[in-house]
């Protein structure tokens, strides 16, 4: 099973990211993904989720009204589009998987069986 997490990069504040976790060796019709993130000094926290079918999407409050996640699980990807970043997003940005075909879970990182490398996302001021 591997998650590959890419797009990230370098943005200006107030510019736009679409970071992409494509998944391979499981099928995400049973499985729920969310993105997660770390900066330097902090720990990881998550930032949004959404459920196997795109039926429940979660996200944490400093994401909300900014990031849009989505998935097609036909290709097997599941997307964060990141608008109006901030420099406070600047972070190592990661994607799980968790197999559930109820809800996602943003707040305990154990219920996520599988992880991604992450992508490194920089936002300049």
């Known amino acids: 099973v591997q998650l590959q997490a890419s797009g990230g990069g370098l943005a200006q504040a107030g510019g736009s990211l679409r970071l992409s976790c494509e998944v391979s060796?499981?099928?995400?019709?049973?499985?729920?993904v969310g993105w997660f993130r770390q900066s330097p000094g902090k720990e990881r926290e998550g930032v949004s989720c959404i459920s196997w079918n795109g039926g429940i999407t979660l996200y944490e409050d400093f994401a909300k009204g900014r990031f849009t996640i989505s998935r097609d699980n036909a290709r097997n990807m599941v997307y964060l589009q990141m608008n109006n970043l901030k420099p406070e997003d600047t972070a190592v940005y990661y994607c799980?998987?968790?197999?559930?075909?109820?809800?996602?879970?943003?707040?305990?990182?154990?219920?996520?069986?599988?992880w991604g490398r992450g992508t490194q996302v920089t936002v300049s001021s």
């Open positions: 799980a998987a968790e197999g559930s075909r109820d809800s996602c879970d943003l707040r305990d990182e154990f219920e996520y069986d599988y």
């Open positions: 060796g499981i099928s995400l019709d049973y499985y729920a």
